[in-house]
């Protein structure tokens, strides 16, 4: 039998193996989280083949292909996969771009919405009379953040207690926005990504060059 034929088969025994005691259903997600992984990957791939080399690791086989050749499959699957990434990236970025200057645009004919030098846009939900906050100070705050397609990315009022933190040590978008607040006032912030995260983005969530809107509650400058 050659071997494909054998990890068809093997394959057959795997697809009807029931799950019953408690190390089968470790092994299954195991196997779930693992196909998980390989699923995003943005290549094609043969799962008899994939299944194969599992098995062949997992059972101390010796390999089907070298060292050598194992190790230049996977220096070029790296670099195809850093291609991938930095494409997707530039594309993703780009949508951001058009999508943050079409929703700044709106934003900005709206009643009670400054736009600043920069380009911050501030609408000053409640004026607040106490003190006025400089870029060295530290504040305490209360916020939201979001994207815009309003998806929540962060929130102090989530997680039950505000934050402190020096002005001069956040976002520009932030640090320039909380200066023109008085303790007591609340804003919406809309940052535009130069005064955010950049093209860079931050973590999983918020996207290469995307705009992000803010609502900032000034507690006390600290």
């Not at 699957?77 to 530039?90: D, G, P, R, V, W």
């Not at 962060?154 to 020096?166: C, H, I, K, L, T």
């Not at 130069?194 to 973590?203: F, S, W």
């Amino acid at each position: 039998m050659n071997a494909a034929g054998a990890t068809g088969k093997i394959r057959k025994k795997i697809m009807s193996t029931e799950l019953t005691t408690s190390v089968q259903k470790t092994s299954y997600c195991l196997g779930l989280d693992v196909g998980m992984s390989m699923k995003r990957l943005p290549i094609e791939l043969d799962t008899d083949a994939l299944l194969a080399g599992m098995l062949d690791m997992l059972k101390d086989t010796p390999p089907k292909v070298s060292r050598e050749e194992f190790s230049q499959l996977m220096e070029e699957l790296q670099k195809t996969l850093k291609s991938k990434q930095e494409s997707a990236a530039k594309d993703a970025g780009a949508g951001n771009v058009a999508a943050g200057a079409a929703y700044m645009a709106e934003n900005a004919k709206k009643d009670g919405v400054t736009v600043t030098a920069s380009g911050l846009q501030v609408e000053i939900i409640e004026a607040g009379a106490g003190a006025q906050p400089q870029a060295t100070d530290t504040v305490r705050v209360h916020y939201s953040g979001k994207l815009l397609n309003g998806q929540e990315f962060d929130s102090s009022y989530s997680r039950g207690e505000p934050a402190e933190f020096p002005l001069n040590q956040v976002i520009a978008g932030w640090t320039e926005g909380l200066q023109l607040l008085k303790v007591g006032g609340k804003a919406r912030l809309t940052i535009p990504p130069e005064l955010a995260y950049g093209a860079q983005g931050a973590g999983n969530v918020i996207g290469p060059n995307s705009t992000l809107v803010f609502e900032v509650e000034l507690l006390a400058v600290v």
